[in-house]
């Protein structure tokens, strides 16, 4: 059974642009959440989805911004790149959204913004 | 709102020894704990959780006990190896929601 599978895994982008992730979930599983992990901040929430609906959204600019499609494949954008977007970018995918749900990780995908 | 607090690291060990790494957690429900290992760049991989007070996770030698009356889930192992070496996460998801709350994360090295 593939795992959470995340792409580009590497990417460098330039402050000012723009940049889409992709994330498919583990097949079954409906519930798809983002995270950025950074040195600095550690792992902080993005947002939360579960049959397409954006569910919770942590405490983050609105240049960041996600969705989910009918067959649970996830992206999430990034507009008008800083520096400090820098991250390793996390999805994780479980069958269902409740508390207490196993919850599986991808590798996630690295961006530099340059 | 809710908060995970965990023994700074880095923590450094010799083959063998016995691994406690510290995890208290502040919520206003009964939370779900989770334990999660990060090796280097690699995402995050589940090691153990619980769901109610008193249970106890395990795996891979690794154990940890949901605490509610000291609001902990310490992770223990009673004798390490060199391939235990990673990042370990103390989290924890409550309500309705599978948004996991995270500690800062535990450096551990375990020297041969």
């Known amino acids: 059974k593939a795992g959470v599978t995340q792409t580009p895994r590497y990417l460098i982008k330039t402050r000012g642009q723009q940049v889409t992730l992709s994330c498919s979930p583990i097949s079954g599983h409906r519930s798809v959440s983002w995270y950025q992990q950074t040195p600095g901040q550690g792992l902080q929430f993005l947002f939360e989805?579960?049959?397409?609906?954006?569910?919770n959204k942590g405490n983050f600019p609105g240049r960041f911004s996600g969705r989910q499609f009918s067959n649970s494949r996830s992206e999430m954008n990034v507009s008008t790149l800083e520096l400090g977007d820098s991250a390793l970018y996390l999805c994780?995918?479980?069958?269902?959204?409740?508390?207490?749900?196993?919850?599986?990780f991808g590798e996630g995908s690295w961006l530099t913004v340059v | 709102g809710d908060s995970v607090t965990q023994m700074e690291g880095p923590v450094t060990l010799s083959e063998e020894a016995f691994l406690t790494i510290n995890c208290t957690y502040t919520?206003?429900?009964?939370?779900?704990l989770f334990w999660y290992v990060q090796y280097p760049g690699e995402g995050l991989q589940l090691l153990l959780k619980?769901?109610?007070?008193?249970d106890k996770g395990s795996n891979k030698g690794f154990e940890a006990t949901y605490r509610k009356e000291t609001t902990s889930f310490h992770l223990e192992k009673g004798s390490v190896q060199v391939s235990d070496s990673a990042v370990y996460f103390c989290?924890?998801?409550?309500?309705?929601?599978?948004?996991?709350?995270f500690g800062k994360g535990t450096k551990l090295t375990v020297n041969p």
């Open positions: 989290a924890l998801t409550q309500g309705g929601s599978e948004k996991l709350v």
């Open positions: 989805y579960f049959s397409e609906t954006q569910r």
């Open positions: 919520a206003t429900g009964y939370p779900s």
């Open positions: 619980a769901t109610k007070a008193d």
């Open positions: 994780a995918s479980s069958l269902a959204s409740f508390s207490g749900n196993t919850i599986y």
